[in-house]
């Protein structure tokens, strides 16, 4: 009698474990899901900000009218979007939340956004003559000075005229700017495309360079 009642609770306790345990791995898998759809709704909204811009941008290029501010307007609400959504996936990517072709399809698709926000306000910029300051910003995953780097730029984007685009220098889509600017560390930032800075720079340093060029 004894030897059945353990073996029936020792069956009863092995079934219990398999269901917690399959009960964790689904709710775990429906979270990476609900994350995966939350930050590509976030993509899509920067996409079609981008769209938004582009469109403006050709209309009134071909039917006249004062581009500058009312571009550089809607420029300005498209980089906050983008921060957002990069400080999102690094947060997911030190937590080692995502992998696989998902997130390397949506970090893709964010590079490609950076890369032609920072385009755009290059070119707007030159032509408007805005006082605006540019910043492109390579780091690597899982690196202390990096993300020192990205904690000093923060703070300097909160408190002055600034946009830094951030970019994973190891990552494939980003290979041809590693390339074309020739970053061989992390941290690297580029001001301005006048100024780079190699290893960590502090927070005096850039809003002292900033200040005075």
């Known amino acids: 009698m004894v030897k059945k009642d353990l073996k029936k609770a020792f069956f009863v306790s ?4 398999i269901l917690i345990f399959s009960l ?3 709710s775990g898998y429906g979270l990476d899901l609900l994350r995966v759809k939350d930050v590509s709704i976030s993509i899509n909204e920067v996409e079609l900000q981008t769209l938004d811009y582009i ?6 290029e071909t039917f006249g009218g004062d581009n500058c501010e009312f571009l550089n307007l809607k ?3 498209i980089t906050p979007e983008l921060v957002d959504l990069g400080k999102t996936l690094t947060t997911y990517e030190e937590k080692n939340i995502f992998s696989g072709d998902s997130y390397k399809l949506m970090k893709s698709k964010y590079f490609l956004l950076e890369i032609r926000a920072y385009t755009l306000y290059t070119k707007l910029k030159k032509e408007c ?10 780091y690597e995953q899982h690196h202390d000075e990096s993300l020192r780097q990205g904690y000093a730029l923060d703070k300097v984007v909160q408190s002055d ?8 220098k190891d990552f494939e889509i980003v290979k041809f700017l590693v390339d ?5 560390t992390a941290p690297t930032i580029i001001i301005n495309e006048e100024k780079t800075f190699e290893g960590f720079i502090s927070i005096g340093e850039i809003r002292n360079y900033l200040e005075f060029n």
């Open 129 to 138: 003559n805005l006082d605006e300051d540019l910043i492109l910003y390579f």
């Open 161 to 168: 005229n600034v946009h830094v685009f951030s970019f994973d």
């Open 24 to 26: 964790g791995l689904f």
């Open 180 to 184: 074309i600017y020739g970053i061989k």
């Open 14 to 17: 092995a079934v219990l474990g």
């Open 55 to 60: 469109t403006s941008q050709e209309f009134l």
């Open 75 to 77: 420029l300005s609400k």
